[in-house]
């Protein structure tokens, strides 16, 4: 079971993706394979979707703590010095047309 779990979830790297739907279409497909039971159907389908969940949220959090490791400005970061550098350039200006 753990090795169908594997090459369900990273069939085509769409595990992110898996709609309840799409994996329901897939175990069937699954069972008419013989690869599961029918008994099995709903909590392999339960499985991929919670597995495929889990997934997602480390990887959520893999790429949020790369990003913080990064030290990366934030849009608020940058906006802020955008209004900073304008009101330094009005106030140059402002000096050098007196």
Do not use: H, Y
């Amino acid at each position: 079971m753990k090795d169908i779990l594997k090459k369900v979830l990273f069939f085509g790297l769409g595990f992110v993706d898996f709609t309840k739907e799409k994996v329901e279409a897939l175990v069937d497909e699954m069972v008419k394979r013989g690869e599961v039971s029918q008994q099995e159907s709903p909590q392999t389908v339960e499985q991929i979707l919670n597995t495929a969940q889990e997934m997602q949220k480390a990887l959520f959090n893999k790429v949020k703590q790369i990003i913080v490791d990064m030290n990366l400005a934030r849009a608020a970061d940058l906006e802020a010095l955008e209004k900073r550098v304008a009101a330094l350039e009005a106030e140059i200006k402002g000096k050098s047309g007196s």
